[in-house]
């Protein structure tokens, strides 16, 4: 049975959403202050965090930071919830380090089937210890990325959307792909959140940069050769 963590201040929004993970089957602990939710989290690491962003310590921006900085809640699903609409917003979140973002208010539906779909893909990410393509190198273990010779510091996001694609090498993947299976969910219209990361991502991976090709019309593939867009 898995464990999740509410970390949300408003009692109504609490309650809906311990209600339907109960009701699911899932074991829920519920924090309005960051500060409890830290304690906390050091002695039982969850399965899943569900993180409101406006809390009255901390904001959920900070707290997904330190858990992607801790080695021992580096890898913990987080789903950001909040009412803050702007795609900005959503894309800071992102870039962070969550996984995935509700917008309020939400159906119970779509956040059981939010968190259902990321708990399968967090059991199944069993990460390879080193991958290589062209002169793009990613060890898994130590979380560096090597492009030619030099070190290139990503985000968490960067990180795994260029995995994804080295585990994918010389597949053409699509957009809906790319959000889908690095974001854990489909944002109908949000093309953009992909695009923006791919252009930072090549300008991070310099020369080699150039081994994501655009497939004009499709989506992006990540291949040995550098002959740039298609």
Avoid at 197 to 216: C, P
């Amino acid at each position: 049975m898995s464990l999740i963590y509410i970390v949300e201040d408003d009692p109504s929004i609490q309650e809906i959403e311990k209600m339907a993970l109960k009701n699911s089957n899932y074991m829920v602990k519920v924090f309005d202050r960051a500060s409890d939710f830290y304690e906390k989290i050091n002695e039982t690491v969850p399965d899943l965090v569900l993180l409101d962003i406006m809390l009255p310590d901390e904001d959920g921006y900070k707290i997904v930071r330190k858990l992607r900085n801790n080695s021992k809640t580096r890898r913990v699903p987080v789903i950001m919830i909040t009412a803050m609409a702007r795609e900005m917003d959503m894309l800071k979140g992102l870039d962070d380090g969550a996984d995935d973002y509700i917008k309020k208010p939400f159906s119970v539906l779509e956040l059981l089937s939010r968190v259902r779909a990321l708990l399968r893909r967090s059991k199944e990410d069993v990460p390879e210890q080193q991958l290589l393509v062209g002169e793009i190198m990613m060890d898994n273990e130590r979380h560096i990325v090597i492009s030619g010779d030099r070190n290139v510091v990503l985000t968490l996001k960067e990180y795994e959307l260029l995995r994804y694609m080295m585990l994918n090498e010389g597949i053409v993947l699509s957009r809906e792909s790319l959000m889908r299976n690095v974001w854990g969910s489909d944002f109908e219209g949000e093309s953009r959140t992909v695009d923006m990361h791919i252009k930072t991502l090549r300008q991070k991976l310099g020369h080699y940069g150039k081994q994501i090709r655009t497939i004009r019309g499709v989506g992006y593939t990540l291949s040995s050769g550098c002959s740039g867009e298609k």
